[in-house]
C-alpha cells in the first residue's frame, strides 16, 4: 500500500523528519560515526528506544523497517522517499 503523496509531502514538514534528517547528517560528517551515534543514542531516550527494536532484528535496521512496515501496510520505499 503506497501512502498518498500529500501525505508523504505533510510527513517530509513535520519537525521530526527535519531531526531525524539533521541526525543522519551529523552521523555521516562525523570523523567516527559510530562514536557520534553512541552518543546520540545515550542523550536521545527515542534513539534508545529505535536501537532496542533494530536489536531485536539483529542488529539490521533494514529488517527492522521492513518488518515493521510490512506490519502497518506501508511501503518501505515511501519511508526513505521521506528523507530526500
Known amino acids: 500500500?503506497?501512502?498518498?503523496k500529500i501525505m508523504l509531502q505533510l510527513a517530509k514538514s513535520n519537525p521530526m523528519i527535519q531531526q531525524i534528517k539533521n541526525m543522519m547528517n551529523t552521523v555521516k560528517m562525523a570523523q567516527n560515526p559510530q562514536a557520534a551515534l553512541n552518543q546520540m543514542i545515550m542523550n536521545n531516550p527515542q534513539m534508545?528506544?529505535?536501537?532496542?527494536?533494530?536489536?531485536?532484528?539483529g542488529g539490521d535496521p533494514n529488517k527492522a523497517l521492513n518488518s515493521l512496515a510490512e506490519q502497518y501496510g506501508i511501503s518501505p520505499q515511501d519511508i526513505f522517499d521521506m528523507f530526500n
Open 1 to 4: 500500500m503506497a501512502i498518498p
Open 48 to 57: 534508545k528506544q529505535v536501537m532496542e527494536i533494530v536489536n531485536q532484528y
